[in-house]
């Protein structure tokens, strides 16, 4: 059994199946570790959760921030934006069916060799405390009141993690780690006004995984989120968002001791600025 850990697909389908293709990924026998954003601003969203939901067990995918908008929009929003192409999938007669599915999918994933998740970590978390916060959140996505989790979801407060933060607020805070961080300070006050690579950000901002002394040094991490970033491998840590919506290339990663990288260029055109 191989296990692969593939970017983020942003509804690049046809590229999606061309990596399938490139890897000989057998559903029968192998696995895909998916890094979260399946859907948006990519031509075939629908076709991609169809997809990834039809292979079972053979896929695992963490959710993204986008991935979490989609389901805001159905179940607490009503409409997208503008720059959103989650049409198809809200006109499609499985939406709910799919809306299901994909808020019942985790945050953090992780086996006896590596973890996995969206975007980041604040430094004050290790193993234990990241499990502990996206279990939490997991639940509330997965239980009968969460369209009042979705609601709460939205906001860039609080910025910092302390352990006395209200429930409410600490969901978020988890969310926001997990889906959307690149950059904080060394003490681990987010920022979510930059996104480019490292070198372009102002002073006193790191990106999440170089801040010293984090607690998830012993931590091997998988994560996707940053295209700008491009493949990284750091101590313990695997960048794979290689921006294949922005015609970058998707990436996947096979996982074990020494892991191995395969990409295909793809063919978008789309403008991340």
Not at 12 to 40: H, M, S, T
Not at 57 to 85: F, Q, R
Request: hydrophobic share 40%; with cysteine.
């Amino acid at each position: 059994m191989a296990i692969y850990a593939i970017g983020d697909v942003q509804g690049c389908y046809d590229e999606l199946r061309r990596l399938l293709d490139l890897i000989k990924f057998d559903p029968g026998v192998d696995q895909i570790w998916l890094a979260g954003d399946l859907v948006n601003r990519g031509p075939k969203s629908l076709e991609t959760l169809r997809f990834v939901k039809g292979l079972g067990e053979s896929a695992i995918t963490v959710l993204g921030n986008h991935d979490l908008h989609l389901i805001a929009t159905v179940v607490a929003m009503g409409k997208s934006g503008k720059k959103d192409t989650l049409t198809p999938i809200l006109q499609a007669a499985d939406c709910a069916e799919l809306i299901d599915w994909l808020r019942r999918q985790p945050l953090f994933y992780h086996n006896q060799q590596f973890c996995m998740f969206h975007a980041g970590l604040p430094p004050q978390w290790d193993f234990e405390l990241t499990q502990k916060m996206a279990k939490e959140a997991e639940q509330a996505m997965q239980g009968s009141d969460y369209e009042r989790f979705f609601k709460s979801m939205y906001g860039n407060k609080p910025a910092v993690w302390q352990d006395d933060l209200h429930k409410t607020d600490r969901m978020r805070f988890t969310i926001n780690c997990l889906t959307r961080l690149r950059y904080c300070t060394a003490d681990g006050v987010m920022d979510f006004s930059q996104s480019g690579p490292p070198g372009s950000q102002p002073t006193g901002l790191i990106p999440w995984f170089a801040v010293p002394g984090r607690k998830s040094l012993d931590m091997r991490i998988i994560f996707g989120h940053w295209s700008t970033l491009g493949f990284y491998q750091g101590h313990n840590c695997y960048g794979i968002d290689t921006g294949c919506l922005w015609g970058g290339q998707l990436t996947a990663l096979k996982l074990g001791e020494q892991p191995q990288v395969y990409a295909i260029d793809c063919q978008a055109a789309q403008n991340p600025f």
